[in-house]
């Protein structure tokens, strides 16, 4: 095993519970198969006993659209459909309505009627025996629907459903029919009504324009809103115009008032030629100005009149920007005026517009009125126009595509489907069946059971010995000590971990004395104690078995050896305890047998003879007691005390938790030092929990290389 390689436990932990449900299914598969075969059975009977059904299709089309004369959702039972939804609910009334109660009963009356079928006169509710046999199946991504009868007739079945289709398509076209007919007559009531209203709207403008003298105000009126939407226009303008000039006046005289008037005059000077020209005569005096400073002083005559002359054109330019600006105040003043003019004739215009908008308010109230009638009217008169109720009787979004087929073959009930269906759910019933079985099973069975609900450590099971290897032994010593006989058997290395497990648990002495009791009788105990001390012995070690079961003693028959002269012998003081052990035909293994049957067995294991006998035992590794079972007699407990270590023998499957639980308290009474417990006679090919390792373990040591001293036999 790679130890750098990191381990999940909760993965191990997973794996182990599938595992564990795995071997409970191995261990319970008869009850799963015998559910399953007499499920199946029971369904194959029924079926063969079953009423067989034919099944027939008639195969409409029902259309979401159709022609529709009036042209109007709200008048016509043909609606079309608009979205997925809208067809979604349509398609699923339709289904409804096929196997509505009246569509129904109007099936009956025509298979009465015209076929002379009365086998829906019987029922209780015909209704409700006909749906039982249908069902309407939509063929995905048309629109077609088959109408499906299953009938133990097949002709009637196919009948039926020719039947109920033609009742559908019947009751379809009648509910639209009635409804266009009903509209039909809604139309003429408002076609008559609107006429009427449409009249006494006219009457009603005439008489209040000869009232009120209103004859071309109509003209008017649309003058004068011409009028004042063109001054809107042109206020609109001069507002627009006198902020542009003012918005330029004030920032000529911002830059007017400067220190700095050249760039300004610059400015200016793009549209005034005076100021060019003022401008240009300004530059050609500085030029000559600079030309004299580099001959003659600043109070040389020539300097001085230069100077003059250039203050002199300074000065015109100043007047010159000023009078510009002036010209800009003048526009500006000239702007505002324009503007007032304008302001003061739209608001005499408004002032007259509304005095004719007040007369004219009840006037177009009754206009409006009128027209709307009128509009109604026009909508009415046009849908009167396009009614062709003889086109409308031709019409009907339903027709029949294929009718229904006779059928030969029965649909239900079906042999094959029906044992499938068995086999699935008599394997899901038997799986459940055995899980409950497993669950009410309170058997110990697997390591969990000794340690979790007995509270000791399991120290290994001893698996049952197959009766063919029993048969193949030559004699019944052979079958007795089977692992003697059979040293490379399954049996043999379980009680060789089992024997491992011991030296672990048991302190170092020179001679570890082992106590092997059960819960019940008849669990193996003396068959257990009897192997695991051939297996210690055949390791090259000296044990000594003693029966200390003086009530039903058998060790002495497992052995084959006499048993006038045993344990009960020494312990009475009648014969010493060297002359009541007797060799065994293993190797290393003596045994000392129970002896003649002892008047009071507890008072005589429990004297303290057995443990000054025990003290003086010499030139043995083992010494291994086989006693009385401890639910049963109180000998075990009394002996408990006396050694290192007690097996508690549990019979699988067999033996309850509460009997191992019962044992495991009173020697935990006593202060027994209980090594563990040893699961015995399990059969390990159906018990499961990881105990087929033993069965597929394998012997792969030599004989040699496990009993080295016993080379020569």
């Excluded at 549209?271 to 040389?300: F, G, I």
């Excluded at 499938?420 to 669950?439: C, K, R």
């Excluded at 086989?626 to 508690?648: I, T």
Aim: hydrophobic fraction near 40%.
């Amino acid at each position: 095993m790679d130890m750098g390689t990191p381990t999940d436990p909760s993965g191990d932990r997973t794996d182990s519970v599938v595992i564990q449900y795995w071997h409970i299914l191995r261990k319970r598969k008869d009850v799963v198969g015998v559910f399953t075969f007499l499920l199946m059975l029971t369904v194959a009977i029924a079926t063969k006993l079953s009423t067989p059904y034919y099944a027939s299709s008639a195969t409409i089309e029902i259309s979401p659209k159709t022609a529709n004369v009036f042209d109007m959702d709200e008048v016509s039972e043909f609606v079309t459909a608009t979205s997925t939804a809208d067809l979604r609910n349509y398609y699923a009334t339709q289904y409804k309505i096929m196997e509505s109660r009246s569509v129904l009963l109007r099936t009956m009356d025509m298979l009465r009627d015209e076929h002379a079928v009365t086998d829906f006169d019987e029922e209780e509710d015909p209704v409700k025996f006909f749906r039982r046999h249908l069902s309407i199946d939509p063929i995905t991504e048309t629109h077609l629907v088959k109408i499906t009868v299953e009938y133990p007739d097949p002709d009637k079945a196919a009948l039926f459903a020719d039947t109920l289709a033609e009742a559908y398509m019947d009751s379809n076209f009648d509910r639209a029919l009635q409804a266009n007919k009903d509209a039909l007559a809604w139309l003429q009531d408002q076609r008559a009504t609107l006429r009427d209203e449409v009249y006494r709207a006219d009457v009603k403008i005439h008489e209040y324009r000869a009232e009120h003298d209103l004859v071309g105000i109509t003209e008017a009126y649309n003058g004068s809103v011409h009028r004042l939407k063109s001054l809107q226009e042109a206020w609109g303008e001069a507002a627009t115009e006198r902020t542009r000039v003012q918005a330029r006046y004030a920032e000529l005289s911002r830059l007017a008032g400067d220190a700095n008037w050249a760039p300004l005059a610059q400015h200016l000077a793009v549209k005034d030629p005076v100021l060019r020209e003022l401008l240009a005569t300004h530059d050609k005096l500085q030029q000559e100005r600079s030309r004299l400073a580099v001959t003659y002083l600043a109070r040389a005559p020539q300097m001085v009149e230069v100077e003059t002359e250039i203050s002199s054109v300074e000065a015109q330019i100043k007047q010159q920007v000023s009078e510009v600006v002036a010209g800009e105040r003048a526009s500006l003043e000239l702007a505002r005026t324009q503007e007032a003019a304008l302001a003061s004739d739209l608001v005499d215009v408004k002032t007259e517009v509304e005095a004719l908008d007040k007369e004219l308010i009840d006037l177009k109230l009754l206009e409006s009125e009128s027209a709307r009638s009128g509009q109604f009217f026009e909508s009415i008169d046009r849908r009167m126009a396009e009614v062709d109720l003889s086109q409308l009787m031709r019409n009907n979004n339903i027709r029949m595509i294929d009718a229904a087929v006779v059928k030969e073959d029965p649909v239900r009930p079906d042999l094959v489907v029906n044992l499938v269906m068995a086999l699935v759910l008599g394997l899901f019933g038997g799986t459940l069946m055995a899980f409950g079985v497993e669950y009410l099973d309170v058997s110990v069975k697997s390591r969990e059971d000794i340690e979790n609900f007995v509270g000791v450590p399991m120290l290994g099971v001893v698996p049952r010995v197959d009766p063919l290897d029993l048969k193949a032994l030559a004699n019944e010593i052979d079958r007795n000590i089977f692992v003697h006989a059979r040293p490379r058997s399954t049996v043999a290395e379980c009680l060789r971990s089992i024997r491992t497990n011991v030296l672990f648990r048991t302190p170092q002495k020179a001679v570890r004395t082992l106590l092997i009791t059960s819960a019940a009788p008849k669990e193996g105990k003396s068959f257990t104690s009897s192997n695991l001390s051939a297996i210690i012995a055949m390791t090259n070690s000296r044990v000594l078995l003693i029966d200390a079961d003086l009530r039903r003693p058998s060790l002495h028959k497992l052995f084959g050896l006499p048993n006038e002269l045993g344990l009960s012998s020494a312990l009475v003081g009648d014969t010493p305890f060297d002359q009541i052990i007797q060799r065994s035909h293993v190797p290393g293994l003596d045994i000392v047998v129970a002896g003649p049957p002892s008047p009071n067995p507890g008072e005589t294991l429990g004297s303290g003879a057995l443990e000054r006998t025990l003290a003086k035992v010499k030139g043995y590794d083992f010494i291994i007691v086989d006693s009385p079972p401890v639910n049963v007699v109180a000998d075990p407990l009394v002996l408990a005390a006396k050694v290192d270590g007690v097996l508690l023998v549990v019979e699988g499957n067999q033996t309850s938790r509460r009997m191992v639980r019962m044992a495991s308290a009173r020697l935990a009474e006593v202060n027994a030092p209980v090594l563990g417990a040893i699961v015995n006679k399990l059969d390990v090919r159906s018990a499961g929990y990881g105990y087929n390792y033993y069965d597929t373990y394998g012997y792969y040591y030599t004989e040699n290389e496990q009993f080295p001293d016993q080379k020569t036999g």
